[in-house]
Nanobody
Framework: HVQLTESGGGSVQPRGSLRLSCSAS?????VAWFRQSPGDRREGIAA????????YYRDSVKGRFTIARDNAKNVWFLHMNSRKSDDTDMYYC?????????????????WGQGTQVTVSS
């Protein structure tokens, strides 16, 4: 399985730019970003298939977050704009899609260790 490493989290204000990065050890067929609060289910918020390059977004982040990639470096990004306090979570990237539901956590075989994002004004 591909190895993943996230970075870029921290304590941030609602305004300004924030970019999470996910570095992959090799190629993959898809990458997704998930988030999770303690006691809650892990929620898929953005994903992209490498073959089609078409992004998928959960409604709660549509128009605010953008998934992108640097093909040459196998690095994937989540740009987080117009942040809200509800966006405070642990964020994970996932890869190696093995099922049809691109935003379901059970559809991925590879996971990063997570990076914490805390939004407060």
């Amino acid at each position: 399985h591909v190895q993943l490493t996230e970075s870029g989290g921290g304590s941030v204000q609602p305004r300004g730019s924030l970019r999470l990065s996910c570095s992959a050890s090799g190629s993959t067929n898809a990458v997704a970003w998930f988030r999770q609060s303690p006691g809650d289910r892990r929620e898929g918020i953005a994903a992209i298939r490498t073959a089609s390059d078409s992004p998928y977004y959960r409604d709660s982040v549509k128009g605010r977050f953008t998934i992108a990639r640097d093909n040459a470096k196998n690095v994937w990004f989540l740009h987080m704009n117009s942040r809200k306090s509800d966006d405070t979570d642990m964020y994970y990237c996932a890869a190696d899609l093995v099922a049809d539901d691109i935003l379901a956590p059970t559809s991925y075989r590879a996971w990063g260790q997570g990076t914490q994002v805390t939004v407060s004004s």
